[in-house]
């Protein structure tokens, strides 16, 4: 018998790495002038752990995220939102902070960066 091949989630160190990356990602959004005023809940935590359940499912954990709110949806659930390219950008500087925070490989990091950048521009859907 073979073992199972190794989820880019087990790779990258599991949840408490997905929970370092997403937790610092949200110390940037907390003080970010555009970012900050996109989320309606004035604790920034339960947005937090609904995007930490997301990435780890995404990149082959748990499964939590479907279990707990059904498919992602991604561009439905963030419509009533107004996502520019201006509030991309500053995701994406969080987010770089996010990962450079965490020191994966510069391949795992190419292939995580790939993704989100992906993820970010697709969200957009307001113009400029």
Same mark, same amino acid.
């Given at each position: 018998?073979?073992?199972?091949?190794?989820?880019?989630?087990?790779?990258?160190?599991?949840?408490?790495?997905?929970?370092?990356?997403?937790?610092r990602?949200?110390?940037?959004?907390a003080?970010?002038?555009?970012l900050?005023?996109?989320?309606?809940?004035?604790?920034l935590g339960?947005?937090?752990?609904?995007f930490?359940?997301?990435?780890?499912q995404?990149?082959?954990?748990? @499964? @939590?995220?479907?279990?707990?709110?059904g498919?992602?949806?991604?561009?439905?659930r963030?419509?009533?939102?107004?996502?520019d390219?201006?509030?991309?950008?500053?995701w994406?500087?969080?987010?770089?902070?996010?990962?450079?925070?965490?020191?994966?490989?510069?391949?795992?990091?190419?292939?995580?960066?790939?993704?989100? @950048?992906?993820?970010?521009?697709?969200m957009?859907? @307001?113009p400029?």
């Amino acid at each position: 018998m073979t073992e199972a091949a190794e989820t880019f989630y087990e790779e990258i160190g599991g949840f408490e790495t997905f929970r370092r990356i997403v937790a610092r990602f949200y110390e940037g959004v907390a003080g970010d002038e555009v970012l900050r005023p996109l989320y309606p809940e004035e604790d920034l935590g339960p947005a937090e752990e609904r995007f930490l359940l997301f990435l780890v499912q995404y990149w082959g954990g748990p @499964t @939590t995220y479907s279990e707990q709110r059904g498919h992602p949806r991604l561009r439905m659930r963030h419509a009533p939102f107004p996502v520019d390219e201006a509030a991309r950008d500053r995701w994406l500087v969080h987010f770089r902070a996010a990962l450079d925070s965490v020191g994966l490989t510069p391949e795992q990091d190419a292939q995580f960066w790939a993704y989100v @950048t992906h993820a970010a521009t697709f969200m957009i859907n @307001t113009p400029g």
